[in-house]
């Protein structure tokens, strides 16, 4: 069983729609969770932080911590066609070296 | 101010050659790591240098990969003899201290 698990889509919505992307993981020692946006041959670029549980907000952008249900979400309201990209959730422990255990990543293409 | 560079941005080498592949960390960033995402698969962690020693190679997948990071600032990883299964893409990240790491636009390895 993969440590964390992600849907990897492909995900195709219409400009404006809220879509929502999720991940569960199996390991109860992750505190840091991060999503990350790669766009075609580029690397990961950060998009949203969390320590622990609770939500985050940043712009369009909303992130969700659930470690009860080991589960997180990245929602993106008002999608736009900037936003067809692949979304990674990455996550690691309190006290490691930070080493990112990665989702295999959610192709989203925003349709104009 | 730069972020992370790696080049080349694309190596093709023949089965048993050798391959070395470079990362210019963000400046002042102590920490630096390497990941690696195969065909069809998550991106995985392969190594973690805080200035210039080895923090955790534990997601090194055997001995014909070798990374260093002489002064600590750019790090090389050696891939010495090349097999097929090595093809993926290459990342490097950086940060500071236990920070956010950033991450590099990757090298795509294809080993014929």
């Known amino acids: 069983q993969k440590e964390v698990e992600q849907d990897p889509g492909p995900l195709s919505v219409p400009e404006g729609a809220i879509v929502s992307l999720n991940c569960t993981y199996s390991?109860?020692?992750?505190?840091?969770f991060m999503w990350y946006r790669q766009y075609s041959r580029k690397g990961p670029e950060l998009l949203m932080y969390t320590y622990s549980s609770g939500n985050k907000e940043d712009g369009r952008f909303t992130a969700q911590v659930d470690k009860s249900s080991k589960y997180i979400s990245l929602f993106i309201r008002d999608s736009q066609p900037s936003d067809s990209a692949t979304y990674l959730c990455?996550?690691?422990?309190?006290?490691?070296?930070?080493?990112?255990?990665f989702g295999s990543g959610t192709q989203l293409t925003v349709l104009p | 101010e730069a972020g992370v560079t790696q080049f080349p941005s694309h190596s093709v080498i023949e089965k048993g050659q050798t391959v070395t592949l470079r990362c210019d960390p963000i400046?002042?960033?102590?920490?630096l790591y390497w990941y690696r995402r195969v065909m069809g698969k998550e991106i995985k962690f392969l190594l973690h240098f805080v200035k210039e020693s080895k923090q955790d190679e534990s997601g090194m997948p055997n001995n014909r990969f070798l990374a260093e990071r002489t002064g600590g600032t750019y790090s090389t990883l050696k891939v010495q003899p090349a097999e097929l299964e090595d093809s993926g893409v290459y990342f490097c990240?950086?940060?500071?201290?236990?920070?956010?790491?950033?991450f590099g636009q990757g090298t795509r390895l294809t080993v014929v």
């Open positions: 990455a996550m690691s422990e309190v006290g490691s070296a930070r080493q990112l255990t």
């Open positions: 400046s002042g960033h102590d920490n």
């Open positions: 390991n109860s020692a992750f505190q840091y």
């Open positions: 990240a950086s940060s500071l201290r236990q920070g956010i790491a950033f």
